[in-house]
């Protein structure tokens, strides 16, 4: 099992940038596959990005290519996303996500454990 802290959001306004982080708790979080996902008031959790147990696959959905990107370090138990070019409609909670397989998750059902969510604003 693992538990997921996130930190980094805040206010920031239109054209910043926002690095979020997440730690991860106990000694095996290289065997974990991770994501960020976000929710915004009245809408569903969405894919934002994700990263592969060793870093070497990495996926973005449409709204995040080119101006996100995700990093991993496993020796410190961290995920990071790094995102420029921050819009309104990026404001949302930004969730980090780990699940316990190989290859790449896009959806919400494909992780199995979640943190408790980090707010963004971009305020125009």
């Known amino acids: 099992q693992v538990q997921l802290v996130e930190s980094g959001g805040g206010l920031v306004q239109t054209g910043g940038s926002l690095r979020l982080s997440c730690a991860a708790s106990?000694?095996?979080?290289?065997?974990?596959?991770m994501g960020w996902f976000r929710q915004a008031p009245g809408k569903e959790r969405q894919f934002v990005a994700a990263i592969s147990r060793s870093g070497g696959d990495i996926n973005y959905a449409g709204s995040a290519k080119g101006r996100c990107t995700i990093s991993r370090d496993n020796a410190k138990n961290t995920v990071h996303l790094q995102m420029d070019s921050l819009k309104p409609e990026d404001t949302a909670v930004y969730y980090c996500?780990?699940?316990?397989?190989?290859?790449?998750?896009?959806?919400?059902?494909?992780?199995?454990?979640w943190g408790q969510g980090t707010q963004v604003t971009v305020s125009s």
């Open positions: 996500a780990a699940r316990a397989a190989s290859w790449i998750g896009v959806t919400t059902n494909a992780y199995d454990y």
């Open positions: 106990g000694r095996t979080f290289s065997s974990y596959g």
